[in-house]
């Protein structure tokens, strides 16, 4: 079976200063990993996906993360907040069947 | 709009009574996948179909729920006798089996059940 855990229900950041949101997964096999945002009233939004090709993986608006397999990590950044980065975010694992495994979620608040 | 759409954005219903839910998926893909999200947590996987197919169904869904995807295009989902612990938002995603295999959301539908 496969899980991820996302470990902070919640991050708030300055704007303009660093994110790191952070996320450790559990994987009989090399696993397939995504970052998805879900803004208030919207729906989910794909950020960024490792698939077993470079492990740092860059996404939309500036994210990016790095697959780290030694420490079974998958952890989000962005360098610079902005105020349209509140939002909460999803650490996610996908099984061989295709099935998605979200993590509990973070929510990122942005402080101005 | 060509992404996924999903019919009504909102329902309240009495305990008891039957929700239908309607997801339109992207025109070409042919996996629709539902999930639920209840407050604070993170949506889990409900049942997937491929073409008209229904592949798998989770331990999540009771006996009170159905799902169809007639011709292999739209799909509902169906809720008899709904209860208070229904109440969450309910998510359907499509994706192309063949193509970098990325779900792609809509926007829920929420569920209070009075």
């Known amino acids: 079976a496969q899980s991820v855990t996302q470990l902070d229900s919640h991050v708030s950041v300055s704007e303009g200063t660093p994110v790191l949101l952070r996320c450790n997964y559990s994987s009989s096999y090399s696993p397939s990993l995504f970052w998805y945002v879900q803004h208030p009233n919207k729906g989910l939004q794909l950020l960024l996906k490792y698939t077993s090709a470079a492990t740092l993986v860059k996404g939309i608006n500036g994210f990016e993360a790095e697959f780290k397999k030694s420490e079974t990590s998958f952890h989000l950044t962005k360098p610079s907040a902005h105020m349209s980065d509140a939002a909460e975010y999803f650490c996610?694992?996908?099984?061989?069947?295709?099935?998605?495994?979200f993590g509990t979620g973070t929510r990122l608040t942005i402080i101005p | 709009d060509t992404g996924v759409s999903q019919d009504p954005r909102h329902k309240i219903t009495k305990r008891g009574q039957n929700v239908t839910f309607r997801c339109d998926p992207i025109?070409?893909?042919?996996?629709l996948y539902w999930y639920r999200q209840t407050l604070g947590q993170g949506p889990e996987f409900l049942t997937y179909f491929q073409n008209e197919a229904q592949l798998e169904k989770s331990r999540l869904l009771s006996d009170r729920f159905s799902a169809e995807r007639p011709k292999g295009s739209f799909s509902t989902l169906e809720i008899q006798r709904t209860e208070q612990g229904d109440s969450a938002m309910y998510l359907c995603a499509s994706s192309f089996t063949y193509v970098a295999n990325e779900q792609f959301f809509g926007p829920g539908t929420r569920l209070t059940v009075l």
């Open positions: 025109s070409e893909h042919n996996r």
């Open positions: 996610v694992v996908r099984s061989l069947d295709e099935k998605l495994t």
